[in-house]
């Protein structure tokens, strides 16, 4: 789900899976316009397993949110879905941090519960990641933010328990925001577990916690693990369509080193995901303050500097990027070699025996249903059911946003993109366009361009055209 307010007017992208009859039952509930407390809604933003969610400005504040319904359930989900949304309200308000969305309210408005919580605009890490958006030092600064967030919640008792790329978003302004505290655990949340078995999404849970185990500080640790992993490589550490095989990984921590997957992966950032993705959580940091210091080490390392300024040859065709890029033949000679873990691992065949077992126990402790939890109170919803305000965005100028190359036999077009809208592009002092722009380069060639957007800092943009990619994409640094 992709949302942003641009110019004072209300833009949502949304996508579901959800079949139609669904979503214009959905659809009838509230109407742009209406009012919920006081807040006039302004556009649908989509739905999921708890209800629906819609973007509101207060009438008085002239403030937006993000506001969660809670409907559509069944006899047999009631109870659970509504213990899961009081717990969000009850958590998020006790919550003040610059990197977790902000909860403004929690009603009970005509016999309807509502919450109402800050608007991030914005991506989520999870369509950054597919997009391939970060540099191994983006990657670490961002996780960094992450990180920092995690630590805060863990000094006041608070286990998230759904850490992961779909939870979190990048705004605009380039602050990250953890979201989605639904299944989040506190003193005062203790049963909450008991309702289904294990709670959370399958391929972000410890080992510990397909055993049984209750999820605490380590398993968030485990799941920080798994999200850095995504960032520096752009795919899964663990990933099976069965969920024998999905176990059976898990369980022996199997996965193929981040460095070998992007050469660019320094040994700081590739120690900071072994420590994490350790079978014995003994063995893992013990508090996120502790990994917060290897993450710090790692984007002070004398190559980091060389690195964020280099993109990762295993970006693919049609893959974005953000921060300075070049081809580096040399990545593979000095990233390659074998990293040395920070904490002794626990040998894969100390969980092998009792593999099947306990995948037998989980099923029984949860069935089917932890696929299910999947969505965890992500709303999505789908095109044809959106409800958008007109979209004001400039126009672009005439005449600029062409070609400075015609093409030929030699060049190729490079797509130049920017993150959370349009930016203006400069070559040798010359408007020569504004993102998204397409640019006719040869393999090899060396680019040197300047982004400017109101309110950002300038980013200047040095990069080598390398033969596989396609999509460059940047993002710009506000200025507040």
Known sequence: MRAEIMNGEAKAVCYSLFPASARLTIMERFSVNQMIGDYRIT??????GMGEVYLGNHVKLGRWAAIKVLSGMSPASASSLTDRFFNEARVQSSIQHPNIAALYDFQEIGGKLFIF??????????????????????ALATFQSI???VAFLHERGIVHRDIKAPNIKLTSGGTIKLL???IA???ASANLTKVGGVIGTPRYLAPEQLSGEPANRQTDIWALGILLYEMLTGVEPFESDSILTLYGQIKDARF????????????GASRVVSGCLTVNPAERYQTVDELILDVRRALNQPNEAKIHAKASRFLRKSSGVSGEQASGA???ENFSDALPSPRRKTP???VAAGSIAGVLLLFSFVGIGIWAMGDSGNYQANNSAIVVAPDKSPAKPNGINSPVRQRSAKTKPVHIDSFEGSAQVFRNGQQIGVTPLDLEVEDGEKIELTLKRDGFDEKQINFQVSPGQRVYTFALKSKH
């Open 117 to 138: 919580m800050e608007f991030v605009d914005g991506e989520s890490l999870e369509d950054l990641v597919k997009r391939r958006a970060f540099t191994v030092g983006d």
């Open 330 to 332: 040399n990545f593979a």
């Open 256 to 267: 193929e080193r981040p460095e070998k997957l992007n050469p660019a992966v320094t040994r």
């Open 43 to 48: 556009a649908f933003l989509g739905a999921g």
């Open 147 to 149: 990180c920092e967030a």
């Open 348 to 350: 894969l065949a100390a």
């Open 180 to 182: 989605d505290f639904g």
């Open 185 to 187: 655990k506190d003193a």
